[in-house]
């Protein structure tokens, strides 16, 4: 845990990702509080206007504040890549983990369930189903999103489970007699939080791209406002040809960066696990050149000397 | 043929426990998916007693893990029974495992990393019901330590597996199996991954635990030295077959199977001199275990064995006792040819 919180990459994927929760917790309260104003407010003076001035980052084509409506899109983003990750992580674990500790019958009808749900083309379907429920709201998104994402987790988790039942320990456990679901929760459920952490963090930014895609594709309605629908906006009310970028390319790069920040601390969880992907740190190699320089300089001085 | 282990001094009361002419088959499928049968074990007896250590000796895959998991019912018997006191075993659970305990071989695969000594220890002391209380398993672990000489206690009770070495850990390992209160142990192995210079310490403990609490031990190991050692009765398994039995003594003085003359030349023993390297020479070019998808027919030691004659090859022979209750399956036997076995020197072996 230490190692986790010592290294660097971690620590910077951790304070973007903590940037972007607390932009999601405290959006609503800085939108109309500190800007004075709100997502949907339409500014007759100002139509599709430049950042500058009164509006930081400009405003849409209808005139609606673009910074105001990037801080609120943040928490229906987050929130909806939050409760797809909780939801496929959830269903994962569930599935893999039973699968791979009970085994037998169990076992093979989970994971032919799995195959059938990795299999399905998840991203037309998801079109398809969410077209047909029109006007749905963020929590049915992130349903949808969940219920076609757990299907690889629950691979990796079943898999991983396998390996933990075959090994010394759990035979052991089961000869003193201990409980199957303490053997799970208790003892193989901490073997796996490395693994779980870093499925559940990519399941939120694939959940985050998933709903963009969707709403740019005109998928699911109502008045809410999230990163996707900025650009979805953006691109149907010509904001995209007229070279708006500033309705388009903040929420883009938003998105962009929320991804760099999950692959930064999976990239961090790597390299602990896997310690040959560890790169030097600088301050020791500034530390170590200098080491080296001065010895040089001594026995050089030395051989002047002689 | 008898099928309980006849012991020079058993006495009458019945083994605590004993596997009665056990067999056990696995059925594999290779690459093609075509069946085979493994025949891990062949109507092997052995009989555990209170405060005995019998010992099991054999090369790998001899058979010996494989009969130590169905003592320890893990794997279930293809044919033969397995008795608890004298009665047919009641199935694998905490009932059983109350009484019966394994020790595994390697200490840092079979305790969990993530949780200190206290926790692994605790919860046995918990499901059990020998503990209750917080202060409860905090004073039984830590008199636990000390029956396992991990002193001092309090220091090793907050310690988790990655900070204690190999010997340490298969303290706490039988540690562990004792929280139970079993009867009888069965250690597979249990001083083979451990550093040389520590094995003594811990068979020392198997001993104590034997002598002064009345355990009744299995220890299996491919190691006739720490068996003779350790034990007051050895078994000799080969290919899956008991070959011989008996007071460790007798076992290892004169040995009355090829076999086990085999084994006991090819360890290294300071004290028998004029036998140098020749004879692990000879060792070597008597072969290799069988295959035991497709093992040979009758003795399962016969293309090794420098005595083989038609019997060998036809079928295994029955038991024959000797006077002080040793016992071994050998045709030579069986055609009064026991002389020969102490006559030849290793050295005059074929």
Redesign the interface.
């Not at chain 2, 695969?109 to 949780?115: A, D, G, K, P, R």
């Given at each position: 845990m230490s190692q986790f919180l010592t290294n660097g990459k971690v620590r910077i994927g951790l304070a973007v990702f903590g940037a972007f929760l607390l932009i999601a917790l405290i959006g609503s309260w800085l939108v109309s509080s500190v800007l004075g104003t709100d997502p949907h407010r339409i500014d007759y003076d100002a139509l599709g206007a430049a950042p500058g001035g009164e509006h930081l980052l400009g405003t849409t084509t209808s005139g609606q504040d673009v910074l105001a409506q990037l801080i609120t899109g943040c928490r229906g983003s987050v929130a909806v890549g939050l409760l797809s990750g909780v939801l496929a992580v959830g269903v994962a674990a569930l599935v893999g983990v039973t699968g791979g500790f009970i085994g037998g019958r169990t076992d093979q009808m989970l994971t032919a369930v799995t195959n059938i749900f990795a299999t399905l083309p998840s991203f037309p379907l998801m079109l398809i189903v969410a077209g047909y429920m029109a006007n749905v709201g963020p929590v049915a998104i992130a349903l949808l999103i969940g219920l076609f994402e757990w299907p690889v987790c629950a691979r990796y988790l079943r898999a991983q489970t396998l390996s933990l039942r075959g090994r010394d320990f759990v035979q052991a456990l089961r000869m003193v007699g201990e409980s199957r679901w303490r053997m799970v929760l208790v003892e193989i459920m901490p073997h796996l939080t490395g693994i779980l952490s870093s499925l559940f963090l990519r399941a939120v930014v694939t959940g985050v791209f998933t709903e963009a895609g969707l709403r740019f594709l005109g998928i699911g309605g109502g008045d809410s406002v999230t990163w996707g629908t900025m650009i979805a906006f953006a691109q149907q009310q010509e904001g995209v040809v007229r070279g708006m970028w500033w309705w388009f390319a903040p929420p883009g790069l938003f998105i962009a960066l929320l991804g760099t920040a999950t692959a930064l601390v999976n990239f961090g969880l790597d390299e602990i696990g896997n310690p040959v992907l560890r790169h030097s740190s600088r301050a020791a190699v500034r530390r170590a050149t200098a080491h080296m320089a001065a010895r040089r300089d001594r026995t050089n001085t030395v051989e002047v000397a002689s | 043929m008898t099928t309980a282990a006849p012991t020079s001094d058993a006495t009458d009361e019945p083994a605590l426990l004993a596997a009665v002419d056990v067999s056990k088959h696995f059925t594999v499928r290779d690459q093609l998916g075509r069946k085979a049968t493994v025949r891990a074990v062949e109507h092997a007896s052995v009989a555990l007693h209170r405060g005995r250590v019998v010992a099991l000796v054999g090369e790998s895959g001899s058979g010996k893990t494989t009969l130590a998991r169905m003592l320890?019912q893990?794997h279930p018997v293809s044919s033969g029974e397995i008795r608890l006191a004298g009665h047919r075993a009641p199935p694998a659970?905490?009932g059983y495992?109350?009484q019966v305990?394994?020790i595994?071989q390697?200490p840092f695969?079979?305790?969990?990393?993530?949780?200190k000594v206290r926790h692994i220890l605790g919860?046995?002391l918990r499901?059990?019901g020998h503990a209750h209380t917080r202060a409860e398993v905090e004073e039984q672990v830590l008199s636990l330590l000390n029956r396992v000489n991990l002193t001092p206690a309090e220091e090793f009770i907050d310690k988790r597996p990655r900070e204690m070495s190999g010997g340490q850990l298969q303290r706490v390992?039988i540690a562990?199996?004792l929280?139970?209160r079993p009867t009888v142990l069965l250690g597979d192995e249990p001083i083979s991954m451990l550093d040389v210079s520590i094995r003594l310490d811990v068979l020392n403990l198997l001993a104590r635990l034997c002598d002064e609490e009345g355990l009744a031990l299995l220890y299996i190991t491919h190691d006739i030295a720490s068996a003779r050692y350790l034990c007051d009765e050895v078994q000799v398994m080969y290919a899956g077959q008991t070959v011989e039995g008996g007071p460790k003594e007798a076992v290892i003085q004169s040995p009355k199977h090829p076999y086990t003359r085999l084994l006991i030349d090819s360890s290294p023993d300071p004290d028998r001199t004029g036998r140098g390297l020749r004879d692990q020479d000879d060792a070597e070019d008597l072969g290799e275990p069988p295959n035991l998808t497709a093992p040979p027919d009758g003795c399962r030691f016969h293309p090794r064995c420098p005595f083989a004659m038609d019997d060998c090859r036809r079928a295994f022979p029955d038991r024959t006792t000797f006077a002080d209750g040793q016992w071994a399956h050998c045709w030579l036997h069986q055609h009064g040819r026991s002389a020969e076995l102490d006559r030849t020197t290793s050295k005059e072996l074929p």
């Open positions: - | 320890a893990f659970g905490r495992f109350r305990q394994l595994f390697d695969s079979s305790l969990n990393t993530l949780h919860r046995v499901v059990h390992a562990r199996a929280a139970v």
